[in-house]
């Protein structure tokens, strides 16, 4: 059977991606999708902030907030923006990563890797020689090292034009220190292609790692005012369209009075209203 280079790339990538075995991201990325309710998270989206670091050269931007503030539902939109402002244009590419306490394979750092480079080869139109090179080495039976993954990362992101990274839930690595340690080298390879956005808690041991290379500029605190506006509108979309509680958005001044209960409690985390029924 003859193939064109066009099958033979895919035959090709196809053998990678099951030798990478990198965990498949996209599922925490639709489930927070459909947890976002329409029109939340414009308070950022709109945002110069953002506009700057979908452009500038070399970006990083840290969200940082409380648990449950909706940090990865926000993740999600913001993703989903990047794939419509790249929208089918070649010259640029994305991946992104949802750490996650509930996954043991998307807390390990090296399976993060992997899955980046996996999602970056989808979108190339030949496959970069570092990745080349690597598939090599693992047909010869050798695991490839974090570092060697790490070069050939680096290399996929130098072809392309814009490369847009998006690392949810920091915290939620189990290897943390080790992961700190990479997205400051990843930093230090100054990329002027690259954007890079990163979410999690404030903890201390993150907070002092990301000020090394990110600037105070370029974080955002996901304060409660900015949330509970997103959370309102949340919570008025529940009332209006579960039939377990809208009987009780019937009546204006009772469902006046469930909102500023429910808001009142959730003081600036969706997880208190996620549970709402």
Not at 130 to 157: A, I
Request: aromatic share 8%; hydrophobic share 40%; proline share 3%.
């Amino acid at each position: 059977m003859t193939f064109t280079n066009s099958q033979y790339i895919d035959v090709k990538l196809v053998k990678i991606h099951k030798l990478l075995s990198a965990p498949d991201p996209s599922i925490n990325y639709q489930k927070a999708l459909k947890q976002r309710q329409d029109d939340t998270g414009l308070w950022f989206l709109e945002s110069d902030q953002y506009a700057q670091w979908k452009t500038s050269a070399a970006s990083f931007l840290w969200l940082h907030g409380i648990p449950g503030c909706g940090k990865t539902i926000l993740s999600s939109a913001i993703l989903q923006n990047v794939l419509q402002h790249c929208g089918g244009d070649p010259s640029k590419v994305v991946a992104y990563f949802f750490f996650d306490f509930n996954d043991v394979q998307k807390q390990n750092l090296e399976l993060m890797v992997r899955s980046l480079i996996c999602q970056l080869s989808q979108q190339c139109v030949k496959i970069p020689t570092s990745l080349d090179m690597l598939f090599s080495s693992c047909e010869n039976g050798q695991r490839p090292s974090l570092h060697t993954l790490l070069k050939v990362l680096q290399q996929m992101m130098q072809e392309s034009p814009h490369v847009y990274i998006i690392l949810d839930a920091l915290d939620e690595c189990s290897e943390r220190p080790a992961l700190m340690d990479i997205l400051e080298t990843m930093s230090a390879w100054q990329l002027q292609n690259s954007h890079t956005l990163l979410t999690s808690r404030r903890e201390r041991d993150i907070d002092s790692s990301l000020e090394t290379f990110i600037r105070q500029q370029n974080v955002v605190c996901l304060q409660s005012e900015l949330v509970d506006r997103d959370i309102q509108k949340y919570v008025r979309q529940r009332l209006s369209d579960e039939k377990q509680l809208s009987r009780w958005g019937k009546d204006p001044v009772l469902r006046q009075d469930i909102e500023a209960a429910l808001m009142k409690g959730a003081q600036g985390m969706y997880g208190c209203c996620l549970t709402l029924a």
